[in-house]
């Protein structure tokens, strides 16, 4: 069975860092496009940052470029988002998905797994 699952999420003030972790389990994330994708309130989805599987190349949102990064690790076939110095509009669920969709996936609508979201708030 394909399953994604987050944890990481919480309340933090403006300036501080949290780390979202995505574990997959049924399939080998190393052979799939990520992602992570957020969406506030009244808002529409919105890709945040991405992995792309044919070259392991790195995507980021202009909204977050330089403060997040996404990585993985391999041997535990797990996922993470470090998103650091962050900011109220930065508030929302976050998602990971995977895909094995080729080039360079960047909308929701063409990953296949998802996880069941995470809610980052960031408010003194």
């Known amino acids: 069975q394909v399953q994604l699952v987050e944890s990481g999420g919480g309340l933090v003030q403006p300036g501080g860092s949290l780390r979202l972790s995505c574990a997959a389990s049924?399939?080998?994330?190393?052979?799939?496009?990520l992602g992570w994708f957020r969406q506030a309130p009244g808002k529409e989805r919105e890709g945040v940052s991405f992995?792309?599987?044919?070259?392991?190349?790195?995507y980021y949102a202009d909204s977050v470029k330089g403060r997040f990064t996404i990585s993985k690790d391999n041997a535990k076939n797990t996922m993470y988002l470090q998103m650091s110095s962050l900011k109220p509009e930065d508030t929302a669920v976050y998602y990971c998905?995977?895909?094995?969709?080729?080039?360079?996936?960047?909308?929701?609508?063409?990953?296949?797994?998802w996880g069941q979201g995470t809610l980052v708030t960031v408010s003194s």
């Open positions: 049924g399939f080998t994330l190393d052979y799939y496009a």
């Open positions: 998905a995977a895909t094995d969709t080729p080039g360079v996936p960047v909308k929701h609508g063409e990953y296949e797994y």
């Open positions: 992995i792309f599987s044919s070259d392991r190349s790195t």
